[in-house]
């Protein structure tokens, strides 16, 4: 099945259409001249600057090239939109395009992207490439279509003062889902001007709500129905489901979160990073290994503070069940569009941007978790966040989205329950009962299994 991306409608798509930064109708002139796509938003303004130093290097090594930059500025869901209208077409299509590894299947079966297996096999670096790494920018068909950037996990970001001010204990170790309800529910008492708990829901934050929210509390859900997709079909039925709604709700519908109008602000992600966090305006977010890089000298926010005033913990399970915590991964590709005139110029500005020196770069920039072997063990990286060792930790009972062509519209099912939820239109019964026609209605019964 191929992977539908209408976001908002017609007029998501007459927006897209006209709001491609930087690209041409005309598309590439030659063969000479490669487009490259990539998102410029919050806190993907480092890979902007580092797209512009690659493409000067680029252009300097290989006389008679030139690389035209198409920063996209939008928001996750409005990104994949654009993108897929870029590639509708060979005139507007990119060369390299900036690929998140949950589309990687759905793109390669669209036919978006090109098979590099060709180019990868002569690739003298590849084999520093670890092999889960590899697999994610996998098609169903065994063929690589991305090479991998750097991959993420996901916890408990808090801030150590407000804790303190709050008379609860430092470091913070929550055990189960109730632990980190009144965590907040105490903030919430103590210091009322502070928004105690940040969970991204809705559709307006798109893959953010779906990951970052609601799949950090399914898959830590106590019971055997805590997950989407299993042997090839997906999950109906699940009271796993529900019980996260309902953390949805006692967040949202109890006051210990933002207020729903704020969490369907499409800039919240930025907001939390650059603002409510430094300046001590909520207590804590579940979000993503990345979020320090905003903070970093190099970032878009620098906060020489945060490592003092920012802890970490891990997302308990529901009850705390083993393994004790969820966390869950995922991570960009740089990958070559089907449509592109010279592929091998194409993957060659991928080489230069993820050669050795350039994978560094990225990663320590974006807080990112290394996916070349040289990288992490490079001094260089262990030493550039303070944070690496912890989320790195998590890999170990990390879980991964079910990469299929169809997830995106069960992602999309999962943002129109949260925010029914979160908005108080329907109960966490109600919402999941919606979220299970709806997918049966996207995948068919005979793709579906009962969680019972």
Do not use: H
Not at 113 to 120: A, G, S
Not at 222 to 243: H, I, M, R
Not at 312 to 317: G, I, N, S, Y
Not at 341 to 356: E, Y
Request: aromatic share 10%.
């Amino acid at each position: 099945m191929k992977r539908t991306r209408i976001i908002a409608g017609l007029a998501a798509v007459a927006v897209a259409a006209v709001g491609l930064a930087g690209c041409s109708s005309s598309g590439s002139a030659s063969s000479d001249t490669i487009k490259i796509a990539y998102q410029k938003f919050g806190a993907f303004q480092q890979l902007d600057a580092q797209m512009k130093v690659v493409k000067k290097q680029y252009e300097k090594d290989n006389p008679g090239k030139k690389v035209t930059l198409v920063p996209i500025q939008a928001q996750g869901n409005d990104f994949y939109t654009k993108l897929a209208l870029m590639n509708k077409a060979p005139a507007t299509a990119p060369d390299v395009m900036y690929e998140d590894t949950f589309l990687v299947k759905a793109d390669a079966e669209a036919g978006y992207l090109l098979p590099l297996d060709k180019y990868t096999d002569k690739w003298d670096e590849w084999d520093q490439f670890f092999d889960n790494a590899k697999q994610a920018g996998q098609g169903d068909d065994g063929k690589i279509y991305g090479v991998p950037m750097g991959t993420d996990t996901r916890a408990l970001w808090y801030n150590k003062d407000i804790f303190k001010k709050a008379g609860l204990d430092v470091p913070w170790k929550p055990k189960t889902w109730d632990d980190v309800l009144a965590a907040a529910k105490t903030i919430k008492e103590k210091q009322p001007d502070v928004i105690p708990f940040n969970i991204y829901s809705g559709k307006a934050q798109g893959e953010a709500s779906t990951m970052q929210g609601f799949e950090m509390l399914l898959y830590g859900a106590d019971g055997s129905g805590n997950t989407l997709y299993k042997d090839k079909k997906w999950v109906t039925g699940s009271k796993q489901f529900e019980d996260s709604l309902k953390f949805v709700k006692d967040v949202y519908q109890g006051g210990l979160g933002p207020t729903p109008q704020q969490a369907l602000d499409t800039n919240v992600g930025t907001t939390i990073a650059q603002t409510w966090l430094p300046k001590g305006k909520l207590a804590i977010d579940l979000d993503g290994s990345w979020q320090s890089g905003t903070w970093l000298k190099s970032g878009t926010a620098p906060w020489p503070e945060w490592n003092d005033v920012m802890g970490q913990a891990p997302m308990p399970t529901q009850n705390g069940q083993a393994p004790g915590y969820n966390s869950m991964s995922g991570g960009w590709t740089l990958a070559v569009g089907a449509k592109s005139k010279n592929p091998q110029a194409a993957f060659d500005f991928i080489t230069s941007f993820l050669d050795k020196d350039g994978s560094l770069k990225y990663d320590t920039e974006n807080s990112q978790i290394a996916v070349r072997k040289d990288v992490a063990d490079d001094p260089e990286y262990t030493a550039a966040n303070p944070t690496f060792k912890f989320f790195s930790g998590l890999v170990e009972n990390t879980n991964f989205r079910p990469a299929t062509s169809d997830y995106s519209q069960v992602s999309n099912a999962i943002q129109v329950a949260m925010e029914a939820v979160m908005t108080g239109q329907q109960s966490p019964k109600d919402a999941a009962a919606a979220y299970d026609k709806a997918v049966t209605q996207v995948v068919g019964k005979e793709n579906t299994v009962s969680a019972g």
